[in-house]
């Protein structure tokens, strides 16, 4: 069975500065989905950015960006230019290629806080 | 286009009590997804209907749990006899179909508090 890990339950960062919030993973499967929401305070589950394991390029989204190391089953995000709205509870979450298997996994999260 | 609705957004009841939580899907959408959120941990699956069929149930416990997709109305997710363990933040997602590229579009969630 897939597992999401975060080892990371809280992380700091000033605004204007970058950070990254780490995540693994553990599956058997060489083709694979993975994504990064963002929960506000607001508790909306919002997409930030997505990743195709068959995709060797690491994605972005503006200030958003990801370094997927396949071999290591690793994929953190990196925020640049920290702003105070992207405090928020940030989750990494897995899916399966396979089309019967609707269910995403998800790591337990990680609290952004940033400091003015 | 609005997105996935959900209601009530906050909803307590006492032991022993039932609950309702709703979902109405993005437009165009037919394919709901229920996750529970217990406190400090990331989302669990727990089911996976489409308009009069329930597809995938193996994450909803198999007691006092169930749910429905009616053909006209929104999802509902039903719990009898609560307790205090299903205290929990439900959200609901919806995608415009199952193929694993389908984005799933979450609501805002019900936060179910039992006394």
């Known amino acids: 069975a897939q597992t999401v890990t975060q080892s990371q339950p809280e992380m700091s960062v000033q605004e204007a500065e970058t950070v990254t919030l780490s995540c693994t993973y553990d599956?058997?499967?060489?083709?694979?989905?993975l994504f990064w929401y963002k929960q506000p305070p607001s508790r909306q589950m919002i997409l930030v950015i997505r990743q195709e394991a068959y995709k060797q390029q690491n994605a972005t989204e503006n200030r958003f960006s990801v370094n997927f190391q396949k071999a290591a089953k690793s994929f953190s995000l990196k925020i640049s230019d920290s702003q105070l709205g992207d405090a928020a509870m940030y989750f990494c979450?897995?899916?399966?290629?396979?089309?019967?298997?609707?269910?995403?996994?998800w790591g337990a999260g990680t609290k952004l806080i940033i400091k003015p | 286009n609005a997105g996935v609705m959900q209601n009530p957004r906050h909803l307590v009841r006492r032991r022993g009590q039932e609950a309702r939580l709703r979902c109405s899907p993005m437009k165009g959408h037919s394919h709901v997804y229920w996750y529970r959120q217990l406190p400090e941990e990331g989302l669990k699956f727990m089911v996976y209907?489409?308009?009069?069929?329930?597809?995938?149930e193996s994450g909803m416990p198999k007691e006092r749990f169930s749910a429905e997709f009616p053909k006209e109305g929104p999802s509902i997710l039903r719990i009898q006899q609560v307790v205090r363990g299903d205290s929990a933040a439900y959200f609901c997602a919806s995608s415009t179909g199952f193929l694993s590229y389908n984005e799933q579009f979450f609501g805002p969630g019900t936060r179910l508090t039992v006394l």
């Open positions: 209907l489409q308009k009069e069929n329930i597809i995938d």
């Open positions: 979450a897995y899916r399966s290629p396979s089309d019967s298997n609707y269910q995403l996994i």
């Open positions: 599956t058997s499967e060489s083709d694979y989905y």
